[in-house]
């Protein structure tokens, strides 16, 4: 059981790790303009999503609801804590996959953001990261 929780939080630094770098990346990508540049940041984000960010999500989730069925399913009826946990993980999961569609953008040279939007983009994880951090460590209700 502690190892499933220890593999779970593991899992979601890897997965943040990439939530918080990726748009970092596209900070980068579209201040550069020499070509050698360009084809580096498009592999440095397609290894980052496919390699680090994505199976760092999926592991995530795996081990999260391992633990919840190793704990009992019912384990955390009467709290809403790990409910309202899930309905941001949700968002999390839609800006990832927001993040992949701004990556195939940025692939096809179709991106049309400037840099200030990627830095404010690069905020949002943050977010989410300390209100799920709240939830499932204090346990406000
Ligand atoms: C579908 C996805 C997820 C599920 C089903 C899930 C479920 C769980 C469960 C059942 C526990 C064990 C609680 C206990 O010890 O009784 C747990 C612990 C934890 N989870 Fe998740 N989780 C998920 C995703 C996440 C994500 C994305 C984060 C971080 C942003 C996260 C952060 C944590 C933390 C910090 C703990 C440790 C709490 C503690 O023991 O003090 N979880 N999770």
Redesign the pocket.
């Known amino acids: ?1 502690l190892w499933l ?1 220890a593999l ?2 593991i899992f ?1 630094v890897t ?2 790790a990439g939530l918080f770098y990726l748009p970092r990346l596209f900070v980068y990508h579209t201040m550069s303009e020499d070509q050698p540049s360009l084809d580096r940041f498009k592999i440095m984000e397609r290894k980052l999503f496919f390699g680090i960010m994505t199976p760092g ?1 999926i592991l ?2 795996v ?3 391992w ?2 069925y ?2 009992g399913w019912g ?2 009826a009467g709290t809403q804590w ?1 409910h309202v ?2 309905a ?2 949700l968002v ?1 999961v839609i800006y990832h996959i927001y993040c992949g569609k701004l990556l195939l953008d940025f692939k096809h040279d179709r991106n049309r953001h400037g840099h200030v939007f990627y830095r404010c983009l690069n905020e949002f994880p943050i977010l ?2 300390v209100a ?2 709240i ?3 204090v ?1 406000p209700f």
Do not use: D, P, Q, S
Request: proline share 0%; net charge positive; aromatic share 16%.
């Open positions: 059981m929780k779970h939080l979601m997965w943040f999500a995530t989730i081990f999260g609801l633990t919840w190793a704990n384990a955390y790990l946990k899930l941001l993980i999390l989410i990261l799920i951090i939830l499932a460590v346990r």
